[in-house]
């Protein structure tokens, strides 16, 4: 089958849906199908980008498309990118667009009708009730002015969980959804490194007793919450510390100062944004990954952790749900004593902790794969366009 995938940044230090449109079309391609990527990459992005694809199982065979970021009226209006679309889109069997509020994704879906060949829409949690709530005006005005069309045109919506799946149907944007998540390449995750390679690299950590915080450091990710949290807990675990790793969107002036007016300053340690080795090498020394989010789609973090047999501790509002039934972490209200509480669980009982890793490992080999995901991908795919794998 031709696939083609369209994303409007595939850079891997935006986190989420790059990760995802690459991996996804890496297994693909791994399957024998011919996947595409189209997308915008400046020059850093670039070098970025091909490091990322290199450790891809499969990504060898991707034929990516990465075209120059252009000037307002290419961020507006798609000019090239639609030109690039209509001589890719033809040949394609499938069309999977990635995101919802850019123009190369409407460009896609047009010259996909045009074309006369199915497009697949993961919105990547952006229709949930709460994206929604966010910037409303704005985002009102964009689906009235073609976003809803493009998603209403869709063969289907692809949910990364049943909480996306129920807002997509409460919200009426298209009768056809499927409940596809994203997974891991547990290649990517092996061999972990050193647990204490990371104490090596900052001197004053103890192995083993730092909690990983590893998302962009943006409000709504919940870091105002965990640093309440930890101060509770603080006084009774001298020995632990919590690791602030990602990159800022806002959010890291008003953390340090608040960490600084708990006293907790020196507990803290932020060491910015985490890649490739870099990222496995803190999750592998660490006690557990903590992510007390306002709201997550299907959160890539939580799954690498669970993928390196770290447990988690983890919000209600990251959807995420399996984490709680096999044991693999802690779920708790996103409240204060809550995430003290599950944070004190970890901390007071290291082999439980262990064996949550242990069972989250299970999780992720039974259930979040980029195998698994890409050939169910490929069999809705199949049913949509009328031809078979």
């Given at each position: ?15 989420g849906?790059?990760?995802?449109a ?7 391609a ?10 915008y ?11 990322d ?17 252009g ?11 639609r ?11 499938i ?9 190369l994704?409407?460009?896609?879906a ?11 829409v993961a919105?990547h ?32 919506l ?11 149907v ?20 092996r ?14 950590l ?56 708990l ?8 060491v ?22 306002k709201h ?40 204060v ?23 989250g ?26 031809t078979?794998?």
């Amino acid at each position: 089958m031709r696939i083609l995938h369209v994303i409007s940044d595939l850079d891997p230090a935006g986190g989420g849906p790059p990760l995802v449109a690459s991996r996804l079309a890496a297994a693909q391609a791994a399957l024998g199908h011919r996947a595409g990527l189209v997308c915008y990459a400046g020059p850093d992005a670039r070098e970025r980008i091909a490091r990322d694809l290199a450790a891809l199982p499969g990504a060898d065979r991707i034929e990516l498309e990465a075209l120059r970021p252009g000037g307002r009226a290419e961020r507006l209006r798609a000019g090239a990118g639609r030109r690039v679309l209509g001589r890719l889109v033809g040949s394609a069997d499938i069309v999977h667009l990635h995101g919802v509020w850019d123009p190369l994704l409407r460009a896609a879906a047009i010259t996909a009708r045009r074309a006369r060949k199915p497009y697949v829409v993961a919105p990547h949690g952006m229709l949930d009730a709460w994206a929604l709530s966010e910037k409303r005006l704005k985002k009102r005005a964009a689906l009235a002015l073609g976003y809803r069309a493009m998603i209403r045109g869709a063969a289907f919506l692809q949910a990364l969980s049943a909480y996306e799946r129920d807002c997509l149907v409460a919200g009426g944007f298209n009768a056809s959804v499927r409940v596809i998540p994203n997974g891991v390449f547990l290649e990517e995750l092996r061999p972990l490194p050193d647990p204490d390679a990371f104490h090596r690299l900052h001197p004053g950590l103890a192995p083993g007793r730092y909690l990983l915080f590893l998302a962009r450091l943006h409000p709504v990710k919940g870091l105002d919450l965990l640093a309440e949290a930890f101060a509770l807990v603080a006084a009774g675990h001298p020995g632990a510390h919590v690791v602030v790793a990602g990159p800022d969107f806002g959010a890291r002036t008003s953390l340090e100062a608040q960490v600084a007016r708990l006293g907790i300053g020196d507990r803290f340690r932020l060491v910015g944004p985490v890649y490739g080795a870099d990222k496995l090498t803190a999750l592998a020394g660490a006690l557990a990954l903590v992510l007390p989010s306002k709201h997550e789609g299907f959160s890539m973090s939580i799954a690498e952790a669970l993928g390196c047999a770290v447990p988690v501790v983890i919000t209600r509002e990251c959807h995420f749900p399996e984490v709680g039934e096999v044991g693999a972490g802690v779920v708790v209200e996103r409240t204060v004593a809550a995430l003290a509480s599950g944070l004190e669980r970890v901390l007071c009982d290291p082999g439980a902790a262990r064996a949550m890793g242990a069972a989250g490992l299970e999780l992720i080999r039974a259930k979040y794969t980029w195998p698994a995901v890409a050939e169910r991908c490929v069999n809705e795919y199949g049913m949509t366009a009328g031809t078979g794998p």
